[in-house]
């Protein structure tokens, strides 16, 4: 049987946005906290016994949501085309954070992006 651990790290950030042509109140300006879980696969162990440090997995996350904390996420180069639901902001982190930490033992998993208790999305690629 082969191992694998999937290693899941939480952070969060605030932003405003607009969903274009929404036929209901998001197409108004309004905010969320949006709750974001990074998932990390490996199935390799290092010699502390660690696929990878959570606080690496945070370090790079963190790096990439700051560029959408306290913003208007529609002003974002990556949200001047497509809107910025959960859908889109789940592959946009998705991507970028996989960039920063995928190497040959460790991939992404999957990103969910909860906008608020109720509702959220969870985004992942096939190898
Ligand atoms: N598939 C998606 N559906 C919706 C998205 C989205 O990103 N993907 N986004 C929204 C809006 O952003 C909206 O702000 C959602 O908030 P809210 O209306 O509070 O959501 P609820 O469904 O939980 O609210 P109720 O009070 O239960 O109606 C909408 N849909
Ligand atoms: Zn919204």
Known sequence: MAQKFVLKTVLDFAA?????GYPGDCSKLHGHNWKIEVQIVGSQLNEIGMVVDFKEIKR??????????????NDHPHFTQINPTA????????RQIAERISDER??????TVWENDRNCVIYSEDE
Not at 16 to 20: C, E, I, V
Not at 87 to 94: S, T, V
């Open 16 to 20: 405003a946005h607009t969903l274009q």
């Open 60 to 73: 790079h996350a963190k790096e990439v949501i700051k560029e959408l904390d306290h913003t208007y996420l």
């Open 87 to 94: 859908e889109n902001i789940a592959a946009f982190l998705y």
């Open 106 to 111: 460790v991939a992404m998993h999957s990103i």
